[in-house]
């Protein structure tokens, strides 16, 4: 196959939705149904022996949430299928926001009886500015539920864009009977069944067939006057619209029971488009481009904490990708001959020989690789979009035991080059500082420095509310800043000076006082500065 073969065979979408919507559960279904495993894993069932294939980390075993994105490649169809699974919960939106920057698709889970909640506006908001197309999948069709009018039409009010049902329940909860298939015109027939995928689904034919009409009576006579009103008023399916973010196809089903999954995965195949192209600082990537170029969206330590790895997750851009072949970290200007590089089923992991634009592939190293890092054949590159939010909680942390120092100091490190947690370090001395989104944050950190770094820390309110990154085009301003305010500036993880305020007067006076200093609420790798904070 050519290069562009290669690429157009590529889908790399992500699953966004609010928590409990059932995100990781349609996800272990959607491998279900690719084949890439043969049984699902029970979400909630924390005691039992399977957990979400998704959710690999113990912590997400003993809560039944995920709080770290997973990479997942499978195929289906004649495509390969990348499928990053990412935290539904607030805390973890960070990674979410980075994990969107990665993909080319969004596919967005709603629990049928909430409807739209305020994480899934969040996510969308993302989606939009990024222009990610976006297929709704509305879960929970077994339960007692809202109207499947009703929550079309919040679904396009609250979201601002067209919907275009593709599939249609036919009942709910204890009357659910099934969905149609409007651009088929069958019916498939709902049988509960939740771990494993039988080839022997009943269909049966059109509106029309008198045998349905019998069979499931006045369920399928309201479910055909909705089908046909339905059908008056939505527009048809464009694919410019939908790839523009204009309008979402919609679909309904049943995750734990399987049911609707094998249309969604269709979809996928279908309407999600192959790897765009991509913006560079210096110039626009197209994906059928000879040369490699990729860039890390995501860095996950201790996926085998046997070894203590750190894999560094990178979303190939362009070209063509071998093992051992010269690849240049734009950032540090240092060339390395990745050998050991791998694509995962979560936490499971194969050895690659080669992958194409639209691939997920994880680099094996030990701090090399930053967040945000571009990786090339040669060629200088930065790809930009890469976000840092300005966390809005702070903890000290000091560790329990003195001994275990050196572990504590490694671990934070790690965890916060990996952007589990923001770890800043004053520059007049004194305890570390942790910056994070939500408290789950601090939860999460606390735990797997226990049980990934063998050191018990010691959490505690600072007296910080706010933090951001300060610039300045003359560097002997920044110095001048930098010395005046000792007492509160900090560095982070990748050493940029940080501002921090118990009050957003404080910030206020200092930029009074120090026009020629920039204060950001966001950052990039690039040192590209946004100043709009989401949601």
């Keep these: 196959m050519t290069t562009?073969?290669?690429?157009?065979?590529?889908?790399?979408?992500?699953?966004?939705?609010?928590?409990?919507?059932?995100?990781?559960?349609?996800?272990?279904?959607?491998?279900?149904?690719?084949?890439?495993?043969?049984?699902?894993?029970?979400?909630?069932?924390?005691?039992?022996?399977r957990y979400a294939t998704s959710d690999w980390m113990e912590i997400e075993k003993q809560r039944g949430i995920s709080v770290a994105s997973s990479v997942m490649q499978m195929e289906y169809r004649d495509c390969v299928l990348n499928l990053l699974d990412t935290p539904g919960h607030r805390d973890f939106s960070e990674d979410t926001y980075r994990v969107l920057t990665a993909v080319d698709a969004a596919l967005m889970v709603i629990d049928a009886a909430n409807g739209i909640e305020p994480q899934t506006l969040r996510l969308l908001d993302v989606c939009r500015a990024q222009k990610t197309p976006v297929i709704t999948f509305v879960n929970k069709m077994d339960r007692e539920v809202r109207e499947p009018l009703d929550l079309a039409d919040e679904i396009e009010r609250t979201l601002g864009m067209p919907v275009v049902p593709c599939t249609w329940p036919v009942g709910m909860g204890k009357s659910f009977k099934g969905v149609f298939d409007l651009r088929t015109k069958r019916m498939r027939v709902f049988r509960p069944g939740e771990d494993r995928v039988g080839g022997d689904d009943e269909i049966m034919e059109g509106l029309d067939d008198p045998a349905c009409a019998e069979r499931f009576g006045d369920t399928f006579a309201r479910a055909r006057h909705d089908i046909e009103l339905v059908g008056g008023v939505s527009p048809e399916y464009d694919r410019g619209a939908f790839l523009a973010g204009g309008q979402t196809p919609l679909f309904f089903g049943s995750a734990i029971n399987n049911f609707g999954v094998r249309e969604v995965l269709d979809a996928l195949v279908e309407f999600a488009p192959p790897p765009r192209p991509r913006a560079a600082l210096q110039r626009t990537v197209d994906p059928v481009e000879p040369k490699f170029a990729g860039v890390v969206f995501k860095i996950q330590a201790n996926m085998d904490p046997g070894h203590r790895d750190r894999i560094a997750f990178i979303r190939v851009c362009s070209g063509h990708f071998e093992r051992?072949?010269?690849?240049?970290?734009?950032?540090?200007?240092?060339?390395?001959?990745?050998?050991?590089?791998?694509?995962?089923?979560?936490?499971?992991?194969?050895?690659?020989?080669?992958?194409?634009?639209?691939?997920?592939?994880?680099?094996?190293?030990?701090?090399?690789?930053?967040l945000g890092d571009t990786l090339t054949e040669g060629e200088e590159l930065q790809f930009t979009g890469l976000p840092f939010f300005a966390p809005e909680l702070f903890q000290t942390v000091e560790i329990a035991d003195p001994l275990r120092s050196k572990q504590l100091r490694a671990g934070l490190a790690q965890l916060g080059e990996e952007g589990a947690i923001q770890v800043f370090r004053p520059i007049a001395g004194g305890s570390l500082l942790l910056g994070a989104v939500g408290n789950l944050q601090f939860d999460v950190v606390a735990h797997r420095l226990r049980h990934e770094y063998g050191c018990e820390a010691r959490l505690a309110p600072a007296r910080y509310t706010m933090a951001r990154w300060v610039s300045a085009a003359d560097p002997r301003e920044m110095k001048r800043f930098i010395e005046a305010n000792a007492h509160r500036v900090a560095h982070d993880a990748v050493e940029a000076p940080t501002f921090l305020a118990s009050h957003k007067a404080e910030i206020e006076v200092a930029h009074e006082h120090w026009p020629a200093v920039r204060f950001h609420a966001l950052r990039e790798h690039a040192g590209l500065v946004f100043h709009r904070h989401p949601g």
């Design 4 to 49: 562009a073969d290669e690429v157009s065979r590529r889908r790399t979408f992500a699953i966004i939705s609010h928590p409990d919507a059932g995100k990781t559960t349609l996800t272990e279904k959607l491998l279900l149904y690719a084949g890439a495993i043969h049984i699902a894993g029970s979400v909630k069932a924390r005691k039992a022996s």
């Design 324 to 370: 051992g072949m010269r690849l240049t970290n734009c950032r540090t200007g240092r060339e390395f001959r990745p050998n050991s590089v791998v694509s995962f089923l979560s936490q499971r992991r194969e050895l690659v020989e080669d992958a194409w634009a639209g691939d997920v592939i994880g680099i094996p190293n030990h701090g090399a690789l930053q």
